[in-house]
């Protein structure tokens, strides 16, 4: 990262109390602050043995070079002054989960979906979503945002960035009624509503298989899951290679919004904005048609039970299970 050539040494005990916050050793060469709108203090660091399973990025890479943010609370007054000058929203700091320092300052970045690019653009998500990284795109109903959806660490960031309570589970997306089989315990009723009912406007929850224990399964006993009728969703969980987080992309609390602008700009009037960091990749599919959440029906428990009325009237739901009671009778 090119840096202006002023610059400035911090004091001896602003080292220290940077040092102490820092779980590694390294060797601070100088400070600097940036000449551009992004008000930052910059470290040059020689690494030391930071690896990839020790000190984990959104990208899994090892950092030589780490970025200390201005709200570090240690710095003194000549240094947090800077957190006042204007950040614009698409320069994000991606940060480490285990340090108060980022990896490097850079673009989130965008994809304009469109009919020419969706193989490309879903193979490219699909790379981020396996190295533990998070992507928003367009869904059936609500812009998503996709982690992979057994690895609690990619799952935490979706908790975090959307500021939803963990106690509240977060449904995956699957390519087919065979992948869900994989996770969860499909009767012929959830098998029936996946036939008639329109792909990608509802979702089931079934008993999950034995032995999931992370991501989305992590501490309850259902797997929640969605089929979408959609050619990017499709193509990226089958280069993913498994089922992907569905929530929306949305603080949790306020109302979802149809376009990737909005969504932003939700995020970014939040008290969580620095969140939106977390983001890797943003696949933007322009302004999606005004449409109600996914229903959600139950199957934990046995019997069915609709626990949101959404994009399929529950009626839908009945006649169909109505039509397979009839068929057994």
Not at 160 to 181: F, N, Q, S, W, Y
Not at 286 to 307: K, Q
Request: proline letters at 6%; aromatic letters at 6%.
């Amino acid at each position: 990262m090119d840096l202006p050539e002023r610059s400035t040494v911090l004091p001896d005990r602003q080292m220290a109390a940077l040092q102490g916050r820092c779980a590694c050793r390294y060797e601070v060469k100088e400070v600097r602050e940036e000449d551009c709108h992004a008000a930052i203090i910059a470290l040059s660091v020689r690494d030391e043995g930071i690896g990839p399973s020790a000190y984990p990025t959104s990208r899994g890479r090892s950092t030589t070079e780490l970025i200390a943010q201005t709200f570090n609370k240690n710095l003194s007054a000549p240094f947090s002054g800077l957190c006042a000058r204007h950040h614009p929203p698409e320069l994000i700091a991606r940060r480490s989960q285990n340090t108060v320092f980022s990896r490097t300052i850079q673009p989130m970045e965008t994809v304009q979906l469109n009919r020419n690019n969706t193989s490309e653009t879903a193979a490219k998500a699909a790379q981020i979503l396996i190295s533990g990284g998070v992507v928003m795109f367009p869904t059936d109903t609500l812009y998503g945002l996709g982690a992979d959806a057994f690895s609690n660490e990619a799952v935490g960031k979706v908790y975090t960035i959307k500021g939803r309570d963990e106690g509240k589970p977060i449904h995956a997306l699957v390519c087919d009624i065979e992948m869900a089989e994989r996770f969860c315990e499909v009767t012929d009723d959830v098998r029936l509503l996946a036939e008639r009912l329109p792909k990608g406007k509802v979702t089931f929850i079934c008993k999950k298989k034995a032995g999931l224990e992370t991501g989305v399964c992590r501490g309850i006993e259902t797997f929640g899951f969605r089929i979408p009728d959609n050619a990017f969703c499709l193509a990226m969980i089958e280069n993913a290679g498994g089922p992907i987080t569905a929530t929306s992309a949305n603080v949790a609390g306020q109302p979802p919004q149809r376009s990737v602008a909005a969504v932003l700009e939700q995020f970014n009037h939040s008290n969580i904005q620095q969140n939106v960091g977390v983001i890797d990749l943003v696949v933007d599919g322009g302004e999606l048609p005004e449409s109600l959440p996914s229903t959600v029906v139950s199957f934990a428990e046995g019997r069915p039970l609709i626990l949101r009325e959404g994009a399929v009237p529950s009626a839908d739901v009945w006649n169909v299970l109505r039509e397979l009671d009839l068929d057994a009778g």
